[in-house]
Structure formats: C-alpha cells, structure tokens
C-alpha cells in the first residue's frame, strides 16, 4: 500500500512539474530537399564544427521537439540569445566532406535570431 501510494504522490509530481512537448518549426518552401544546422556561436559565423545537420523534403515542415518549453530554454540552448540557422544544399552535403564544407563555405544562405525574433515568428523559421 506505500509503495502504491508512493507511485501515486510521484506520478502527480512528475505531471505537474513538467511542460508538455514544445516545437521549434522549420518550413521548406522549396522543390529541393535541403538540409539545416542550428547554430549558438553567436557572433562567429563559421559553419560548427558538430555536423548536426537534419533534412527536410521539399514542401515539408521538420519539427524540433523538446520536452520542456523553448521559450524558457532558449537561453540556454543559445547563450547569447541570438542563434544562426544555416541551410544548405543536399547535393552539397551528401557529395562534399564536412570540412570541405565548411572551410569553402557552402552554404544557401544563414540567418541570424534573437529570441524576440523567434518568438514573433511563432517559433517558425521559413526557407526561403
């Protein structure tokens, strides 16, 4: 019986305290697959080192899910509340090595957010 009140107390615990899932929204508004890396190394616009590149098909939405809000985690993510995404072409990353990519700078475009920007995009970044 105390340990099934225990699980009780715990589960409200848990349910209460935690935000449902959040989503971070980047639309490709293309006829081409693309791909897309977020970056935090505000003011440095040289493409990371990490190779945490995600595809998104064309005409399609990727969704960024995280288990807490994305408004309170922001700053954290990105810690000068500013945060580049650059895109880039899928004949370009599936033909080219990373460094090659990023030393050549092969990129369609990067934009650069603040928090206010995102926030008044509906957490919603659109290419292009």
């Given at each position: 019986?105390?340990?099934m009140?225990?699980?009780f107390i715990?589960f409200?615990?848990i349910?209460n305290?935690?935000?449902?899932?959040?989503?971070?929204?980047?639309e490709?508004r293309?006829d081409?697959?693309?791909?897309?890396?977020f970056?935090?190394e505000?003011?440095?616009?040289?493409?990371?080192t990490?190779r945490d590149?995600m595809?998104i098909?064309?005409?399609?939405?990727h969704d960024n899910?995280?288990?807490t809000?994305?408004?309170?985690?922001f700053?954290?993510?990105?810690?000068?509340d500013?945060?580049?995404?650059?895109?880039?072409?899928?004949?370009?990353?599936?033909k080219?090595?990373?460094?090659?990519?990023r030393r050549d700078?092969?990129?369609?475009?990067?934009?650069m957010?603040?928090?206010?920007?995102?926030?008044?995009?509906n957490w919603?970044i659109v290419y292009?």
């Amino acid at each position: 019986m105390k340990k099934m009140l225990f699980l009780f107390i715990l589960f409200i615990l848990i349910t209460n305290s935690c935000d449902k899932a959040d989503y971070f929204y980047v639309e490709n508004r293309t006829d081409a697959l693309i791909y897309y890396l977020f970056s935090s190394e505000y003011p440095d616009t040289i493409i990371p080192t990490n190779r945490d590149i995600m595809p998104i098909k064309a005409h399609s939405v990727h969704d960024n899910v995280i288990l807490t809000s994305w408004e309170r985690n922001f700053s954290k993510c990105f810690p000068k509340d500013t945060m580049f995404i650059f895109f880039f072409d899928a004949n370009t990353i599936e033909k080219n090595d990373w460094d090659v990519v990023r030393r050549d700078y092969m990129i369609l475009e990067r934009r650069m957010y603040s928090k206010q920007d995102i926030i008044k995009s509906n957490w919603r970044i659109v290419y292009p």
